[in-house]
């Protein structure tokens, strides 16, 4: 991730990705991974520059696509951690977490990441803006993607 190389970046995340995910690479080896990537610490530069792709939103289309992993990169890592990670992280990232619900209707993809994530935010977090967010990307699933549509009534669900 330190080359400038959009290539690099994009294979690097694939293989963070893969590594966080447990149906792959086991879930011993991807709690390990996930662990180390959702670290909070300065010496963390992996995890300082993917959670940033996730949090700072820009609109170019190749940052888009790099996002997009990075996305799935830490859904993968929450789901391989259990929701286990710092009350700070959960924090930064709801705003955005938020947001990406409320597009689900143009990026579905992006949102049904963003509410494998929410998914270990629900039991703490029960605001409105949270539950409206659900329901539009909920409706949004129902019209236009079925995976988002699960992910969001699980996580509706887990509110009611």
Same mark, same amino acid.
């Given at each position: 991730?330190?080359h400038?190389s959009y290539d690099t970046?994009f ?10 995910d447990? #149906?792959?690479m086991g879930?011993?080896?991807?709690? #390990?991974?996930?662990?180390?990537l959702?670290?909070?610490?300065d010496s963390n530069e !992996?995890g +300082?520059?993917?959670? +940033?792709?996730v ?9 888009f696509?790099?996002? +997009?992993?990075? %996305? ?5 890592a %929450?789901? #391989? ?8 992280l959960?924090?930064?990232?709801r ?5 990406e619900l ?5 990026t579905p993809r992006?949102? !049904?990441?963003?509410?494998?994530? !929410?998914e %270990? ?6 605001? +409105? ?5 659900l329901?539009?990307a ?8 079925? #995976?988002l ?9 887990k509110?009611?």
């Amino acid at each position: 991730l330190n080359h400038p190389s959009y290539d690099t970046h994009f294979l690097a995340l694939q293989m963070l990705a893969s590594l966080t995910d447990a #149906s792959k690479m086991g879930a011993g080896t991807a709690r #390990s991974v996930a662990t180390e990537l959702l670290r909070l610490d300065d010496s963390n530069e !992996v995890g +300082s520059k993917v959670l +940033s792709l996730v949090i700072d939103k820009k609109g170019d289309e190749d940052v888009f696509k790099l996002r +997009s992993i990075a %996305f799935q990169a830490v859904a993968n890592a %929450f789901q #391989s951690v259990n929701g286990n990670v710092p009350q700070i992280l959960k924090e930064q990232l709801r705003t955005v977490l938020i947001d990406e619900l409320r597009k689900a209707e143009k990026t579905p993809r992006l949102a !049904v990441q963003a509410a494998r994530i !929410v998914e %270990f935010l629900v039991p703490e977090d029960t605001g +409105s803006d949270l539950h409206s967010a659900l329901e539009m990307a909920f409706n949004a699933g129902m019209t236009r993607h079925a #995976s988002l549509e699960r992910q969001a009534r699980l996580c509706l669900n887990k509110l009611e």
